[in-house]
């Protein structure tokens, strides 16, 4: 009988301890990744540009650029500074921002990316996306996955814990936008990848049902490992689809609405999925999401992130708006303004109790 596989695209080295950093020479100097130690470096300004003095002796053939921000240009700017120097691979050390806008670069010179991740902010850093700011707001653009990823508990430790509280929220959001890409499956139609959706699921609950906290070195590996597993996910359902659904649309909606005022990613994420679930009338899963927000202090109302809820029912009107084509329970529901109001009303109303 003919056997058949699947390739799967995932990094081909995952380094997830306490001390990882310690051992990035030696994974970069793997013959899959470098041979030669030509390597250009990408720091951010804050967490990247501090670790260079403890790294810049262990890769002597490195060349090192410094970004500043997560803008499109930023990521031109890169690609047209490396391109032609016969590097190896490019590295990204700092949060998702840099981790984004060196994918990009990577990807538009053709080279593999090392994403070495100072912070726990997002899915971004094993995902094949990088989201840019750019003229018209901010874009999605697809990108190879890492090649390999390399994430130092005690660096993540140094981290603000706000971080790996938005990490919090990006991951347990997972749960929402999988409710939504099942339902478009039964409504639409739209084929589901099982194995993309099992992953993303997968990760969301190990976080969610997890005793412990932002302190806890246990419980950031389980987060650290389903950031990854989220962006492998991504790589295999070949869009965000796994990970982006209502939850996603509220929070972009935010940034474009509000953008002097948006929190961060992962705050917004976690109160959208939390008033997902609500719509989708499945409250003892929204009250579950709550309840585990609130205890890793992440928002679970508007207000908890300075918006009022006039706003949120403004921002959840236009979520749709926000990626065409995608179908979620808000696209499903089509409420009024008025309907929203009142679903706002009754879910604030069961969280509180």
Known sequence: MPVLTRLIPSPVVVDIRSGALDGLAALLADQRISASGKLAVVLSGGSGRALRPRLAPLLPGADWFEVADGTLDSAVRLADAIRGRRYDAVVA???????????????????PMVSVATNLAHDGICSPVATLDNDNGRGSYGVPSPIAMVIDLDVIRDAPARFIRSGIGDTVSNLSAIADWELSQRVNGEPVDGLAAAMARTA????????????????????????????????????????????????????????QRAASHGEQVGLGAAFAMHLRGSHEEAGLLAEVLRRHRLPVLPEDIGFTPAEFV???????QTRPGRFTILEHLDLTTDQIRDAYADYAKTIRS
Request: aromatic share 6%.
């Open 204 to 259: 969301g609950e190990s976080v969610l049902r997890h005793p412990g906290g932002v302190e806890d070195d246990a419980f950031l590996v389980v987060l650290a490992e389903a950031l990854v597993l989220t962006g492998i996910a991504m790589s295999i359902s070949g869009d965000t689809r796994p990970s982006s659904g209502a939850c996603h649309e509220i929070s972009h909606a935010f940034d474009l609405l509000f953008p």
């Open 93 to 111: 050390i700092g949060g998702g921002k840099i981790i984004d806008v060196t994918k990009y670069a990577a990807a538009r010179v053709g080279l």
């Open 314 to 320: 403004r921002a959840v009107e236009y979520a749709p």
